[in-house]
């Protein structure tokens, strides 16, 4: 998924003021379906993908305003997906189905691997992904998506999600409750017990020590030393099912599940690194997936054809819709990047902008060789940043980095 934003405006401070005004806020958006909907895939602001039942995926280029329903080679239910790029994608679920786009979704095509069921799809490169599923099943690839190969996990039970913090080190939630981390890229995983014995869904580490999983019956565990010790965080009532979480940044993340027998949907939020955990009941049906394009906007699926929408003028918003998407590399980035300006129009003086995701200014340089414009980290945490490349008073392109 890429992440862009553009300056924040004083306005935005403004409307904080406001009688009436909300800070955040999660909105249905009209689906058009009443098909179940698992997987969502946010690729900006405005293109985002959904997956579900019966093969069905959507996309919405208008920020959700209008969806409209692709044509998919399986009928089967489907998962997980995930977009390398705005134009290669992949979606994964029942009985082996793994589908393919390499144009944005206009057309979708089959890649036969496996019979067994897959629950999740992450590539944490444009080479390097990973597809989860029943059996243990792990699979690789290291070419974008053109072969697969089984990792070796050493466990029968179903695996739900992975979660990488750099290319050799990851971790992976299963059915059994028990965590699988790798040290190899995946190529082999160690299994070892957190204390749950229930199913665990999702799992998000926002630094090599700091991470959290869910799960089942309510469940949040939350370690500190790597995953080494898991913390009970919370419990929200036993009936809730929490499918997926994510995080924004290491302090802000976002929770989705619902009560199964009542089908109530619920939303958790976390301001203090998953310390403590807001509840949230948006009069939806259960909600199974989660995906933020940054800290102001995210999007999250359901049942019953749900999706929503949040919203918040904190941070980063829009100044010029104008303003171009600029590609970095290498992102994540642990102590520089570089910010590629092809078909950037740059006139005059050019500032270049880093923004955290609370919209605090963190560092200003005066650009003078615009054809290599290599950013350094210097001293600044881990975590989600946000930059603009402003000329002539304007905002001329905007882009995000994350620093590991």
């Not at 909105?27 to 993908?49: E, F, H, R």
């Not at 802000?252 to 089908?263: E, H, P, R, V």
């Not at 995210?298 to 904190?314: E, R």
């Not at 829009?318 to 290498?330: G, R």
Request: charged letters at 10%.
């Amino acid at each position: 998924m890429n992440i862009t934003r553009s300056i924040l405006l004083p306005f935005c401070f403004l409307l904080l003021f406001i009688p009436g005004f909300r800070a955040q806020t999660w909105t249905s958006l009209t689906s058009g379906t009443s098909a179940s909907l698992i997987g969502v895939c946010a690729i900006s602001k405005d293109t985002v993908y959904v997956g579900g039942a019966n093969g069905k995926i959507m996309k919405t280029t208008n920020g959700g305003v209008t969806w409209v329903t692709q044509t998919t080679p399986t009928a089967q239910t489907l998962y997980g997906m995930d977009f390398i790029n705005g134009n290669v994608g992949f979606a994964a679920g029942d009985n082996g189905a793994i589908i393919k786009t390499s144009n944005g979704g206009a057309t979708w095509t089959s890649v036969s691997v496996t019979s067994s069921s897959l629950r999740s799809v992450r590539f944490i490169s444009s080479t390097t992904g990973f597809i989860t599923g029943d059996g243990g099943l792990i699979l690789k690839t290291t070419n974008g998506g053109t072969t697969w190969s089984v990792c070796s996990t050493g466990i029968s039970d179903p695996i739900y999600a992975v979660w990488f913090i750099d290319p050799t080190n990851g971790y992976a939630s299963s059915f059994s409750g028990d965590l699988l981390k790798t040290t190899n890229g995946g190529s082999t995983w160690t299994a070892s017990a957190t204390g749950v014995s229930s199913q665990m869904n999702t799992i998000y580490f926002t630094d090599p020590s700091t991470g959290t999983f869910v799960g089942a019956g309510g469940v949040i565990r939350r370690t500190t030393d790597g995953g080494v010790s898991w913390a009970t965080v919370t419990m929200t009532p036993s009936g809730d099912f929490l499918h997926s979480h994510t995080f924004v940044n290491s302090t802000t993340g976002f929770i989705t599940g619902g009560n199964i027998g009542s089908n109530i949907g619920v939303i958790l939020n976390t301001v203090d690194g998953g310390l403590t955990w807001s509840t949230y009941h948006p009069g939806t049906a259960r909600l199974c997936n989660v995906d933020f394009v940054n800290a102001n906007t995210g999007y999250a699926v359901g049942l019953n054809g749900t999706i929503l929408k949040y919203t918040s003028p904190i941070g980063i918003s829009e100044q010029s819709a104008t303003a171009k998407t600029l590609d970095v590399f290498p992102n994540p980035a642990k102590s520089s990047f570089t910010i590629s300006t092809t078909g950037l129009e740059l006139e005059g003086t050019v500032y270049f902008e880093l923004f955290d995701v609370a919209g605090n200014l963190v560092k200003k340089e005066e650009l003078v060789n615009i054809s290599n414009l290599t950013i350094e980290r210097g001293s600044l945490d881990a975590g989600i940043y946000f930059f603009t490349l402003s000329t002539n008073g304007k905002v001329a392109g905007t882009g995000k980095i994350i620093f590991e």
